[in-house]
Each structure stands twice: as structure tokens, then as C-alpha cells.
């Protein structure tokens, strides 16, 4: 029986890719580049800086201190500007809450981008763990950044949920001993049935059946 669910962030909790999609339209501007569409940036969202610098300027990209630190400052100046809590999140999280039962957060986004982020929806204040990409000497899909946050909530990695929307999440959760549920709604690719997964969720709010079935205990 599961005591607490661990969440991904872009692309599970937050629809950050418009916003993500302007800071690098903004970096490709001031290197002559044309735009990209929110189509092309979109499938990258999940998988940070590096792969959206890559997509933008190729490889080698995220190694140039220059665009990401260009790139960092233009997400930093309106990181909430078009991003949203997935429709359906805020009923979940809202449960939870009601329930006692602790949820925390683990992402591949770096602390200072987080944080940032973080204050400006209201619905994720109760955050009981964080574990960010730069948190740790390692990062999903290693365990540890999962372990780590469960400790954080004092429950045993067996009882722990963790749903994401990227292989690398359902990775970190198997290796973990955790039960892995991808969040189809976000960033993922048809590839996900195929993922070491526990299932596959449709839409946030169908977490709440197992609420309701007694899969979850505060």
C-alpha cells in the first residue's frame, strides 16, 4: 500500500513548454535564427536545457556557457508567464492534501529555475520534498534523486508513488523499488507502453481512483 507520491515537474504538474518555447525563441533571435514552433520545442520540454539548446543550435550547445546562461535569463524573466498547472492537477494535489497524504516533488530542472518557478502556483505549496536536477552528484533516471526524497518524507521507497511523463522517470522509479505511473498528458512519446511502468495515466485526476481504492493510506 502506498503512504506517498513523488511527481516530475515539466510535464506532469506544469505545461512549462510555451514558456520554455519563448526563452529559446528569444536566444535564437539574438543569433539570427529563425523561430521554433511550439510542436518542435514540445516533445524536448521534459528533457531540459540540454536537449532545447540542442534542438536550437545543435550539439555541443549546452556545453557553451554563454547560451545556456542567455537561455536561463530570458525562461527567468517570465517563467510563469504562459505555464499551467495541467488541467485536472490541481483537483489531485487538492486530494492529496485533504487526505494527509505527503507528496514531493523530483525533477531534472536545476534549483534556481525551480524555485523560481515554484511560487507562483499556490496549489503546489504543500511541497513536502524537492529534489532537483542539481541537487544531487546524480540525476533520473538514477534512484537516488527519489530515494533521496523519500527519506525526505519519512516513507519506505516501497510505498512510495512516483508519476512522470518521460522514460527516464519510470527508470529512476523501477530502480527505486517505487510504483512508476507515466503521465501521459504531458511530454511523452508513443513509445510509453513499452515503458517499466505500473500503468499509464490518461488524465491527473484518474490518480484519485487510487485514492479511492484504497491504494493510497495516510
Same mark, same amino acid.
Given at each position: 500500500?502506498?503512504?506517498? #507520491?513523488?511527481?516530475?515537474? +515539466? ?6 513548454? @510555451?514558456?520554455?518555447?519563448?526563452? $529559446? %525563441? ?9 523561430? $521554433? ?15 532545447? $539548446?540542442? $534542438?536550437? *543550435?545543435?550539439?555541443?550547445? *549546452?556545453?557553451?556557457q554563454a547560451l545556456r546562461e542567455a *537561455? ?13 498547472? *495541467? ?14 497524504? /505527503?507528496?514531493?516533488? #523530483?525533477? %531534472? ?10 511560487? %507562483?502556483?499556490?496549489?503546489?505549496? !504543500? ?15 538514477? @534512484? ?11 516513507? !519506505? /521507497?516501497?510505498? =512510495? ?27 511523452? +512519446?508513443?513509445?510509453? /507502453?513499452k515503458w517499466p511502468a505500473?500503468? #499509464?495515466?490518461?488524465?491527473? #485526476?484518474?490518480?484519485? +481512483?487510487? =485514492?479511492?481504492?484504497?491504494?493510497? !493510506?495516510?
Amino acid at each position: 500500500m502506498s503512504k506517498a #507520491v513523488l511527481f516530475d515537474l +515539466d510535464g506532469t504538474l506544469l505545461d512549462t513548454a @510555451p514558456d520554455l518555447r519563448r526563452a $529559446l %525563441n528569444e536566444v535564437l533571435a539574438d543569433h539570427g535564427r529563425a523561430p $521554433l514552433s511550439l510542436a518542435a520545442v514540445r516533445p524536448h520540454a521534459t528533457h531540459g536545457t540540454k536537449s532545447l $539548446l540542442t $534542438l536550437a *543550435f545543435g550539439e555541443g550547445a *549546452f556545453e557553451r556557457q554563454a547560451l545556456r546562461e542567455a *537561455f536561463w535569463a530570458a525562461y527567468l524573466r517570465d517563467i510563469a508567464l504562459e505555464t499551467r498547472l *495541467f488541467q485536472g492537477v490541481a483537483e489531485l494535489i487538492a486530494t492529496l492534501d485533504g487526505a494527509g497524504i /505527503p507528496w514531493g516533488i #523530483v525533477t %531534472n530542472k536545476v534549483t534556481h529555475l525551480t524555485e523560481a518557478a515554484l511560487p %507562483n502556483y499556490t496549489e503546489l505549496a !504543500a511541497c513536502a520534498a524537492l529534489v532537483c536536477g542539481d541537487t544531487l552528484a546524480e540525476r533520473k533516471p538514477h @534512484p537516488s534523486p527519489l530515494l533521496h526524497a523519500a527519506r525526505q518524507l519519512g516513507v !519506505a /521507497p516501497e510505498h =512510495c508513488l512516483y508519476l512522470g511523463d518521460a522514460v527516464t522517470d519510470m527508470e529512476a522509479a523501477r530502480d527505486a523499488g517505487m510504483t512508476g505511473l507515466v503521465a501521459s498528458w504531458g511530454y511523452v +512519446d508513443d513509445s510509453h /507502453p513499452k515503458w517499466p511502468a505500473q500503468a #499509464v495515466l490518461a488524465h491527473p #485526476v484518474q490518480l484519485l +481512483d487510487w =485514492c479511492e481504492n484504497g491504494q493510497l !493510506a495516510g
